[in-house]
Structure formats: structure tokens, C-alpha cells
């Protein structure tokens, strides 16, 4: 580990000593920054310090640290269905007990991914002597942030209160997708799954059989992976989240779905620690990643005991202040019992006020993966009138500019269908740093 500035990374680095904690990197790396011709030098590469970040490359190997290899999971998996849900849940609260000692990443939301690209790129503005740089905007239709709302359906008793969870959805003119077991949870008829699709919600696939066992290691992986896969056409569905928010990005690479949603930006509160530490979708090979950025209802309720969204509050304003994705987990399961629904119904009202008062884009997971992978293969492109984008899209996408004020970055989004003006003599510089992909990062 060491310090940029006031972000913690990992990774390969040309400097001072490293760090084996993440709470005791020293070394600033910002230190040894230098800029000579209009190009910025730094001690380590930025690339591969982004991707250790998302893709969790600074935990320990993944294979050795997944709570089902450990004697003590392996013991509490054989013996779970013997436990009551009472149990079991005092088993996980005095498992996680330590989570407030954990100083990375940040809790309640962490940034550093996009905080980095920030930095980075008011170094480029300084480096080039431009005031701002175009590029595009991150949401459809000029939108300050976006948000997902996702029901993991984890026993019979969610499938069954699943069209109750629907209208519940609806009053607050949100759509949901449904994460749905494939295997001996409950039943799972094609009739369940039109009655989603048929409302305009979504399913898709949740593991395979819920019993943790998915990442335990790459032999079960591949062969749960294929079966995942055939789940996937049978169900139409074009997403997958796995059990307990299990994960290894290393092999996302045998899953045929176009997004993932199963990687925690935070993992204090989940059995498999760690987090992206961004509030942005990001590119896991050919899979679209949708983080989940709030804590989910789970742990909000049973290992935090808070029964409001006071902490959903908290952590949107710090999502939304990055302009990023708000991915919400509410299991349907207990989410129609009176307490329970009471929360759910205040978040959804809260979304349903951001989207009136402050512009964020409420979609279905499909659809941000969808957008975010037509974004990626846009392009800007600068003529006698100005600046225009090209590609599948278009029509809904804006251009911004990036610019710095008082050491931070702020953006300016231009009106639909406008060709926005370059507006000065750097123009040929501003699309030279666009055209190097920043409007992709």
C-alpha cells in the first residue's frame, strides 16, 4: 500500500516503502509527480493501481480467503441447515462484530477509484494549460447520478411475496429487477417469471443453488458456471448476482450474462471483505460491473439493528456527489413485513424525490449495463461547428467539460442536441485527451 494525495492505493510502485496495512502507507506518491513537455510522469502506473482496486487484487488470493475454504466456514456451511434463522444470524452479527475496525476501504462509501481519476485528471488540465476538457457525460439525458433497485428472492417465501414487492415498486414509479435462485430454493415456473417480465421488471439469475459454495474453487466454479449459463437463456435474463455477495472478478470470464451486480463498494458488513471502491459501473473483461454501493437490507436490519434509512441517506448523498450509481438490495423475503416495508417504502419515496428534485436516472440494471456499454464506444468528434458525438446512443448522451475550481473538479453539462464550442485556442489539445478515452474512464 502508499498514499496519492489522500487516497490509498496498491500496487507496483517506483518510491518509498510500501506498506503491508493499508492504515500505515506513508509514502505519498504525489510527491514524485513531475511534468516535463505538457505530459505528466508518475512513480507508478495508474491503470494497473485502478484495476487492483476494482478487481480486490489487494486481498490476499481469493481462493484462500473465500469464507467457505476456511475450517470455521466449511463447518458453519455443513451444519447451516440445521441452524434456526435466529441463530444463524447471531452467528454472522458476532462474526462481523469487527467491522468498525476495518480502516480500508472507506466506510460508509469509498471513492478512491474516482477520486484518483480526478486527480489524474486535473493534472492532465494543468500539464496541457487548458482550462477544461470535453468529454461524455456520464448518465442519459444529462442525469446527476442513477440508481438501481435489485430484490435477491432467496426462499419460497419471496417468490410468493414477489408481486406484492412489484406493486409496491410501482407506487413509486420504479422498476426493480429480481434475482431468482435457479435451484432447490423454491420452485421456480415459467409462469413465475412472465409475471416479472410481463409488469416490465427484470429477472435475473442468483447464483445457482444459494448454499455459498460457488467460488470455493475454479473446478466447482466452471461446473456450476455452465449450468448458470443455460439458467440464463431459460430465465431471458441478462444479469447475474451470486449468494452472499460472493466473488472472484478472475473468472468472471466463464459467465455469459452482459452485467454483474455481486461486488460490494464497501464489504465491511458482508462474510468476504474488501470492495471496488468506486461508484461507478467499470468493465470486468466483457462483463458490465454494477457495484453495490448502499448497504443492503440485510445487514442494515440484523447486524446494524437500524431500522431507518438514516445510512442509505448518508450514503447516497456521498454517491451522488461523485455523480455515481446507487445499487439498493432489498429482499423481498421480509421486505413486505410491517417494519420492514415501512424502510423500504421510505427509500423508495427518497429515490422517487431525487429523481423529481435533482435529476438522477431510476432504471433497471439491464439498462445502465446497456448504456454504459453503448457509452464506452462513443466518440467525440470536433468540426467547423464544434464538437458532436457519434455512436449508437447518441441521441440520449451529452457532452461535458471537466474543469478545476479551488483544487476540485467540476462539470458543466451541455443542453441536448447542442454542439458545444471547444472555446479556445487548446481546442486540438482538449480532443487529443478525449480521444485518448477519458470520456471511457
Not at 488470493?61 to 466456514?73: I, Y
Not at 493534472?123 to 433497485?149: E, T
Not at 459467465?255 to 468493465?283: E, I, K
Request: proline share 4%.
Amino acid at each position: 500500500y502508499f498514499r496519492f494525495g489522500d487516497n490509498i492505493l496498491f500496487g507496483r510502485h517506483a518510491g518509498g516503502a510500501s506498506a503491508a496495512l493499508a492504515n500505515a502507507a506513508s509514502w505519498d506518491a504525489a510527491t514524485k509527480v513531475s511534468v516535463e513537455a505538457d505530459r505528466v510522469f508518475l512513480p507508478f502506473d495508474a491503470a494497473e493501481a485502478i484495476d487492483n482496486l476494482r478487481l480486490e487484487r489487494y486481498c490476499s488470493s481469493p481462493d484462500l480467503t473465500h469464507p467457505t475454504n476456511s475450517l470455521l466456514g466449511r463447518t458453519y456451511y455443513f451444519i447451516r441447515p440445521l441452524l434456526s434463522v435466529k441463530v444463524r444470524r447471531r452467528l454472522q452479527k458476532a462474526r462481523l462484530n469487527s467491522w468498525r475496525n476495518l480502516k480500508f476501504p472507506q466506510w460508509p462509501v469509498d471513492r478512491t477509484v474516482d477520486n484518483v481519476m480526478a486527480d489524474l485528471l486535473r493534472l492532465s488540465l494543468r500539464a496541457q494549460r487548458v482550462d477544461r476538457v470535453p468529454f461524455i457525460w456520464y448518465w442519459p439525458d444529462g442525469a446527476m447520478g442513477a440508481a438501481v433497485v435489485t430484490h435477491d428472492v432467496e426462499t419460497a417465501l419471496g417468490r410468493d411475496s414477489s408481486a406484492t414487492v412489484m406493486d409496491i415498486d410501482d407506487s413509486f414509479g420504479i422498476k426493480a429487477s429480481f434475482q431468482v435462485v435457479p435451484e432447490k430454493r423454491y420452485e421456480v415456473t415459467p409462469s413465475y417469471l412472465d409475471s416479472i417480465w410481463k409488469r416490465g421488471f427484470e429477472v435475473a439469475v442468483h447464483d445457482l443453488n444459494h448454499d455459498g459454495h460457488l467460488f470455493r474453487d475454479r473446478k466447482t466454479f466452471l461446473q456450476r458456471a455452465a449450468k448458470i449459463n443455460v439458467y440464463r437463456k431459460a430465465f431471458r435474463a441478462e444479469g447475474f448476482r451470486a449468494a452472499v455477495l460472493y466473488r472472484n472478478q478472475e473468472w468472471y470470464d466463464a459467465l455469459d450474462f452482459s452485467y454483474d451486480t455481486s461486488v460490494p463498494n464497501v464489504a465491511h458488513l458482508d462474510p468476504q471483505r474488501g470492495g471496488c471502491c468506486t461508484v461507478m459501473p467499470y468493465f470486468v473483461g466483457k462483463l458490465v460491473e454494477l457495484p453495490v454501493t448502499i448497504t443492503q437490507d440485510y445487514s442494515l436490519f440484523h447486524i446494524l439493528n437500524d431500522y431507518s434509512i438514516n445510512l442509505w441517506k448518508q450514503q447516497i448523498e456521498l454517491i451522488l456527489e461523485n455523480h455515481g450509481l446507487i445499487n439498493v438490495i432489498v429482499h423481498p423475503d421480509y421486505s413486505v413485513l410491517p417494519r420492514e416495508r415501512a424502510v423500504f417504502e421510505a427509500l423508495l419515496s427518497h429515490l422517487a424525490k431525487l429523481r423529481e428534485e435533482r435529476g438522477i436516472w431510476t432504471a433497471l440494471p439491464k439498462d445502465i449495463a446497456q448504456w454504459w456499454r453503448l457509452r464506452s464506444e462513443m466518440r467525440l468528434v470536433e468540426d467547423e461547428n464544434g464538437l458532436r458525438i457519434e455512436g449508437e446512443g447518441q441521441e440520449r448522451a451529452r457532452i461535458a467539460y471537466a474543469s478545476e475550481k479551488d483544487g476540485r473538479l467540476v462539470f458543466e453539462v451541455c443542453p441536448a442536441h447542442a454542439r458545444c464550442l471547444v472555446g479556445n485556442s487548446n481546442a486540438s489539445e482538449e480532443a487529443k485527451l478525449e480521444n485518448k478515452g477519458l470520456n471511457r474512464s
